[in-house]
């Protein structure tokens, strides 16, 4: 089983939809769990970061992490198009390593 | 807003040269990274560096690959006899002494092709 798994998508949806993202992994040690939005040609960049289970909101962004089921999400409301970017999970169990998904590839059509 | 700041943007190389990557992190930040990005692929991590030493490194950091802080402002990335396989987007991040765990800032991203 891969240590961080991400449907690579690609998701289409219109402006306005909720984007629903999630990411599934096997290391029980991971404690910090980040989301980071990628432009095309540009580096990753924080988005959000959930530290245990719980959820986290800011915004328009919701983090959910569910220790128990090793199973984490991202949602997004009344997406719009500047939303369109590759996102990706992160874990790490607290060193310095972090562990990426492969990213989700999202297009919001105006 | 400050910003990592890495060059060169693309580098183009033969086989079994040797490569330097270069990264400025943001000024007062004190943990250093490389990560990498095979087209196509996840982004992996290769290695960190504080306090002036390497404080974790991946499988894939081995003895080709070396890094350095050689003067206040500057991280390197030297990747030694490069094969076809190095080639990548190579990224370099930086975090704050009191930043949370993963609240890493990326530069752009450093291509490098070998041909």
């Known amino acids: 089983q891969k240590e961080v798994e991400q449907d690579p998508g690609p998701l289409s949806v219109p402006e306005g939809a909720i984007v629903s993202l999630n990411c599934t992994y096997s290391n029980s040690a991971f404690q910090y769990f980040m989301w980071y939005r990628q432009y095309s040609r540009k580096g990753p960049e924080l988005l959000m970061y959930?530290?245990?289970?719980g959820n986290k909101e800011d915004g328009r962004f919701t983090a959910q992490v569910d220790k128990s089921s090793k199973y984490i999400s991202l949602f997004i409301r009344d997406s719009q198009p500047s939303d369109s970017a590759t996102y990706l999970c992160?874990?790490?169990?607290?060193?310095?390593?972090?562990?990426f998904g492969a990213g989700t590839t999202v297009t919001v059509r105006a | 807003e400050p910003e990592v700041t890495q060059t060169p943007s693309h580098q183009v190389t033969q086989m079994g040269q040797e490569v330097i990557l270069r990264c400025v992190p943001i000024?007062?930040?004190?943990?250093f990274y490389w990560y990498r990005q095979i087209l196509g692929q996840k982004v992996e991590f290769l290695v960190s560096f504080y306090n002036n030493e390497i404080s974790e490194k991946s499988e894939i950091f081995d003895d080709q690959f070396s890094v350095e802080r050689p003067d206040g402002s500057n991280f390197t990335l030297k990747i030694r006899s490069t094969k076809l396989e190095d080639s990548a987007m190579y990224f370099c991040?930086?975090?704050?002494?009191?930043?949370?765990?993963?609240?890493?800032?990326f530069g752009e991203g450093s291509r490098l092709t070998v041909l």
């Open positions: 959930t530290y245990s289970s």
């Open positions: 000024s007062n930040h004190l943990y």
């Open positions: 991040a930086s975090k704050s002494s009191w930043s949370v765990t993963g609240e890493l800032f």
């Open positions: 992160a874990m790490s169990p607290g060193n310095y390593k972090l562990s």
